[in-house]
Nanobody, 126 residues
Framework: QVQLVESGGGLVQPGGSRRLSCAAS????????IGWFRQAPGKEREGISC????????FYVDSVKGRFTTSRDSTKNIIYLQMNSLKPEDPAVYYC???????????????????WGQGPQVTVSS
């Protein structure tokens, strides 16, 4: 059974860092494209990063580029989202999801919504 279990959400001060984990079961994280999404209150869900099964370099949207890093640990079957220099506009519920229709150097498109993490809340506040 495919599952994505997230951890790492919580309260962070502006300028601080937080790492989210997305632990996969039922499949290998090296075999599928996996995306990170977030949804803030009153806003639409936004795709922010993806890591491809065939490319080593993740994709990032401009709003998080240079601050967030997506990585993959194949031995633990986990995808990470390292978030640095958190800003007041970053608070949201963060989700990992797979499969994706595509994940390229220029963008990505979520799939049919098959598998999603439970979405931990990240709050940025002093």
């Amino acid at each position: 059974q495919v599952q994505l279990v997230e951890s790492g959400g919580g309260l962070v001060q502006p300028g601080g860092s937080r790492r989210l984990s997305c632990a996969a079961s039922g499949f290998n994280v090296t075999d599928y494209d996996i995306g990170w999404f977030r949804q803030a209150p009153g806003k639409e869900r936004e795709g922010i990063s993806c890591i491809s099964s065939t490319r080593s370099s993740p994709f990032y949207v401009d709003s998080v580029k240079g601050r967030f890093t997506t990585s993959r640990d194949s031995t633990k079957n986990i995808i990470y989202l390292q978030m640095n220099s958190l800003k007041p506009e970053d608070p949201a519920v963060y989700y990992c999801a797979t499969p994706l229709y595509y994940c390229t150097a220029y963008g990505f498109k979520p799939g049919s919504g098959d598998y999603w993490g439970q979405g931990p809340q990240v709050t940025v506040s002093s």
